[in-house]
């Protein structure tokens, strides 16, 4: 069956500019993460939904970062005002379940701020 | 708060030869305990999970891990390396009941010689 998929697989966008990738996660799939990939280090975690509603947004690193759920589905995380320091892959993942479910990646976007 | 420590960032090994790739975990109650792996160009992929009952846990591709309370350790194992393991490998902690999100260590680069 159809995994995560994420679009666009990458973006280049200049500083200040404002960006939305797109998850679409496995159907049925109630709980849906999103997390950040610096080079050289593991996945970082952004923001969690359980449905339409971001359950744990603790992981935010600022204001400018947002991320919305309308549908229960797919999923758009939202970046304004980007910074060069945002540059990175992030990584959708969802899961049937939350806790302790495996949950399973997307191939990720990668966000290069110029 | 949680953590994982991978300590290795780089293990070499030659093809057929055993690998253990060390994890340490520092969590307040029972953690859930993941291993996945990383690709070039592909996502992560679940090699195996610890939630509870036997400590020694298999997984896809011949790994296993060990789940060890006393040493904070979840060290994953393979008895006989394939060129095609190289890869990158990042153990994971979870178990919050509010929350399924995922801590990762920084991972380990393991490359294969022929």
């Known amino acids: 069956g159809a995994g995560v998929s994420q679009t666009p697989s990458n973006k280049v966008t200049e500083k200040g500019k404002y960006v939305e990738l797109r998850c679409d996660p496995i159907?049925?799939?109630?709980?849906l993460y999103w997390y950040r990939q610096s080079l050289g280090q593991g996945p970082e975690f952004l923001i969690y939904?359980?449905?339409?509603?971001?359950?744990?947004d603790s992981g935010l690193p600022n204001d400018r970062f947002f991320a919305v759920r309308p549908e229960g589905s797919v999923s758009t995380l939202k970046i304004q005002r980007t910074e060069r320091g945002d540059s990175a892959v992030y990584l959708c993942?969802?899961?049937?379940?939350?806790?302790?479910?495996?949950?399973?990646f997307g191939p990720g976007t990668r966000l290069t701020v110029l | 708060a949680q953590s994982v420590t991978q300590p290795d960032i780089h293990i070499t090994v030659s093809e057929g030869a055993s690998l253990e790739l060390r994890c340490n975990y520092s969590?307040?109650?029972?953690?859930?305990l993941f291993w996945y792996v990383q690709s070039p160009g592909q996502g992560l992929q679940l090699l195996l999970k610890y939630f509870s009952g036997d400590t020694l846990v298999q997984g896809i591709k011949g790994f296993e891990a060990e789940f060890k309370r006393s040493q904070s350790s979840f060290n994953l194992r393979k008895p006989s390396v394939h060129w095609s393991d190289a890869a990158e490998y990042f153990c994971?902690?979870?178990?919050?009941?509010?929350?399924?999100?995922?801590?990762f260590g920084q991972g380990t680069t393991l490359q294969v010689k022929p």
């Open positions: 939904f359980q449905g339409t509603g971001a359950a744990d």
């Open positions: 969590y307040g109650a029972t953690p859930y």
């Open positions: 993942a969802s899961s049937f379940l939350s806790f302790g479910d495996t949950q399973y």
């Open positions: 159907s049925g799939h109630t709980a």
């Open positions: 994971a902690v979870g178990g919050s009941s509010n929350t399924g999100k995922l801590i």
